[in-house]
Structure formats: C-alpha cells, structure tokens
C-alpha cells in the first residue's frame, strides 16, 4: 500500500509527488503523458523556466519526481473506492491502494455520450481487461477516445466474434478489427437489445467498450463534491471525503500551470500531515 497515490499526471500531479517525498511519504502518480500542458508550444510566465516548450517542462517535472523516488505507472483511474481506512483505485485490471488520494485530473473532463451512465455495467464498459470475458464469442464496439482504445480493441479481437471500432485509430489495429468511420452520438438500450447510434443510425451490440485517458467526476468518485466542472476544495486542498484531496486546474480558476504546482504542493503536505 502505498502513502499517498496522485490520479493525474500534470504539474500538479507532479508537483504533489515531488512534495510527498519531501515528506519521505511513498507516493505513485497514475496518468499519460498527454495533459493539457503538452499541448502548449510555449510556456512564458513559469518562474524560473522562461521560454519553455509545455512538452519539455512536463518532461522535466517527471523527471524530478522519479529522481525524487516517485513512482509514475501509466493508465486512467477508472474508479476510487473508500474502503474505509484506505482508498482502492482501479485502472484496468490493476488495483492501487493508499492511504491518501490526492486528485490532479486537469480541467478537461470528458462529455458523457447519452445513455452511457445509464448502462454502465450493464452492456457499457470502460476496461477491456476486466470484461473481455463477458463478452467471449459476441459482437463488441469501441469507442475510441484515448491513447488505450487502439491495444484495447486489439485484445478483444482475440476474444470476441467481432469487434467493430468506432474513432481515430493512432496506431495499427488487428486486422480482425472492423473500422467505421461514423461518429458515436449515443448509448441505446432496452429490454431486447442494447447498442451504438451513429449518424442517426441504431446498431446493436452485445457490449460496448469506451475507452478515453480521463473520467467524469462523477464515475471517478461518488460523493465527491463539485461546483460545476471543479471539485470543493478547502484552502488545505481538502476535498469533503476525508482523505481525498485535489489540486490544479480541477478545483477551478485560473488555468495556470503556477496555481496547479502551488497546490500540488499543498495538497501534499496537508495529505503527508493526516498520515501517521
Ligand atoms: C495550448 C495551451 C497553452 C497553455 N499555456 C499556458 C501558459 O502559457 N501558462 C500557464 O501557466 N498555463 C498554460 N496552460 C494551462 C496549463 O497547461 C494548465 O493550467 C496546467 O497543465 C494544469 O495542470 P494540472 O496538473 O492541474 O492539469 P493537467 O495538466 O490537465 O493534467 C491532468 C492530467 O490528469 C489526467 N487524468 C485525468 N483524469 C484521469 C484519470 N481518471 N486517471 C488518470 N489520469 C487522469 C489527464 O489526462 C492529464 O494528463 C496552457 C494550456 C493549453 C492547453
């Protein structure tokens, strides 16, 4: 189990991590390399690293934590569970446990399609890993909207009579893999069939994969308070679960790389202070 585990790795992610092990505290940063700062051609208002490119400042920030004893591990936090005296994280078929949670998921939360809450467990599924099996000799979607659509979908071919891939493929799929090029609009479902609407057009599957690199709030953690788009944080970076904390562009305005290290930084030591 480890002290603290930080879902999402951004500045504030990083940022979080690099204090926790000023804190001597083991610390685990779950997320892609692919935040919103990547994006960025050119960072000119971060003290100290003038005239950096967004891709070169995330580098270097990685780099610190790991240099610092972090551990950085690849993939999206499906869900955090409370179990009471710790917090289990799920990201596929992996599980993470710690004792303190601190969120850095970005501002960017992904829409949910319509329907998709609705029949989440029920035909509508985020990991491939975890529900392959469920789905051996059927018809299966994807809805790629992430980096591990691709690998998914590649897995399931093995498994599934078929596998019809719905988004931008960004690298080779199996050839088993159908692809359609038709934007997904919808889940649909009732008591005979369940399926994709794209174009306006139903079509029924027996399960449907969507697999993206970040969760609505509300999938990633029930209970969790939010004003809008943010989460309610105290000036500790509490959130109103004890023990879950949160920091950077996800507890709101300004979007700004000096904020989110800031209170990664708190958010931190406010977790390292609660463990004993
Ligand atoms: C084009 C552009 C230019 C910018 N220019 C500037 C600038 O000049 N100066 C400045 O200060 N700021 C700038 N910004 C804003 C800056 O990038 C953000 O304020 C900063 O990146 C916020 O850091 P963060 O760690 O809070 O979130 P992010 O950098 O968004 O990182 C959040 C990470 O969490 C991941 N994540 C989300 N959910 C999950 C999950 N369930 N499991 C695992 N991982 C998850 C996301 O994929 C992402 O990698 C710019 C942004 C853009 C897009």
């Known amino acids: ?91 596929g078929a992996d599980f993470v446990e710690a004792k303190k949670v601190i969120l850095c998921t970005g501002a960017k939360q992904p829409k949910l399609l319509p329907g998709e809450e609705m029949f989440l467990g029920r035909g509508v599924s985020y990991c491939g890993t975890c529900d392959a099996m469920l789905y051996r000799g059927k018809h299966v979607a994807v809805v790629a909207q992430g980096h591990e659509a691709v690998s998914e979908a590649n897995f399931l071919a093995g498994l599934c009579q078929s596998v019809t891939f719905f988004g931008k493929q960004e690298e080779a799929l199996d050839p088993r893999v159908i692809v359609c090029d038709e934007k997904v609009e919808a889940i649909f479902g009732d008591d005979r069939a369940r399926g994709v609407v794209a174009q306006g057009r139903e079509i029924p599957f027996d399960g449907v994969f969507i697999f993206r690199d970040a969760m609505a709030l509300s999938a990633l953690m029930s209970g969790l308070s939010a004003s809008g788009a943010f989460i309610r944080v105290d000036r500790q970076m509490r959130t109103n679960i004890p023990g879950v904390f949160a920091a950077g562009d996800c507890t709101g305005l300004p979007l700004q790389v000096a904020k989110a290290v800031g209170e990664g930084c708190i958010a931190a030591l406010a977790a390292a202070q609660e463990i004993k």
């Open 1 to 91: 189990m480890f002290d603290i585990v930080v879902v999402g790795a951004g500045p504030a992610g990083y940022s979080a991590a690099i204090n926790a092990r000023k804190r001597d505290k083991s610390v685990v940063v779950i997320g892609q390399h692919t935040g919103w700062l990547a994006k960025a051609e050119k960072i000119e208002n971060y003290p100290g690293m003038p005239d950096i490119s967004g891709e070169e400042m995330l580098s270097i920030m990685r780099d610190q934590a790991l240099a610092m004893g972090a551990q950085v591990r690849p993939g999206v936090v499906h869900q955090v569970i409370d179990m009471g005296e710790s917090f289990g994280l799920s990201l």
